[in-house]
């Protein structure tokens, strides 16, 4: 199920959250191909007007949302890699962990992020929400092999190898293309996640 940001009852001086928040429950249910302004205003429980004093059009309330979903996502792998007992290598797996989890629990979000052209990944708020949530992915490796990616081509090269095989398989399960039970428990779909991921680990 997506984990969607929670609803409140729209008070002065959230309006701005109130209707990111209605921007992912109405991602979610109608996609991109339904979404609009006039759509989230209706279910956050304002008039359709009130979204011009935070957003000039739908694809600026995407990009915030957007830039929600890299918080979240950084979140994610942080809080993986805090937990995860071991070096760097484990370290590196749990981040990469915290990275498909978060995909399987918000396709929806998950391809506004990486998959559509709506977004402006130039604004501000949304390419530095993005770089963090990058920046765990190039700093591992640097830990773990002392490659640099912003002036290293083999670190590009692990940074690039790592980010497709998560990448990749997030969108595996996402698809169902691997055809797991049904009834996999969470703690053997994440062992499963972790010792696929441990074989892409980067070499020093």
Do not use: Q
Request: net charge negative; proline share 6%.
């Amino acid at each position: 199920m997506p984990t969607a940001l929670p609803h409140k009852p729209y008070h002065h001086g959230d309006l701005r959250l109130t209707l990111i928040a209605a921007a992912e429950a109405e991602l979610v249910e109608k996609g991109l191909e339904g979404f609009s302004l006039r759509g989230c205003a209706k279910r956050a429980g304002v008039s359709h007007a009130a979204p011009a004093h935070h957003f000039k059009d739908a694809d600026a309330l995407l990009s915030a949302l957007a830039a929600e979903g890299f918080d979240r996502l950084n979140e994610s792998m942080v809080k993986a890699m805090d937990a995860a007992d071991g070096g760097m290598i484990e370290k590196f797996v749990a981040s990469g962990v915290g990275y498909v989890m978060f995909a399987c629990a918000n396709p929806a979000l998950f391809h506004l992020m990486f998959g559509s052209k709506r977004p402006d990944h130039e604004s501000p708020r949304l390419s530095e929400a993005g770089g963090r949530a990058f920046a765990v992915l190039t700093g591992n490796v640097l830990a773990m092999t002392g490659r640099d990616y912003a002036n290293d081509p083999a670190a590009g090269e692990d940074v690039i190898a790592a980010w497709a095989m998560v990448h990749g398989l997030s969108e595996l399960l996402i698809g169902d293309k691997l055809h797991l039970p049904e009834d996999m428990p969470p703690a053997a779909l994440e062992t499963m996640i972790a010792a696929i991921i441990r074989r892409s680990a980067p070499k020093s």
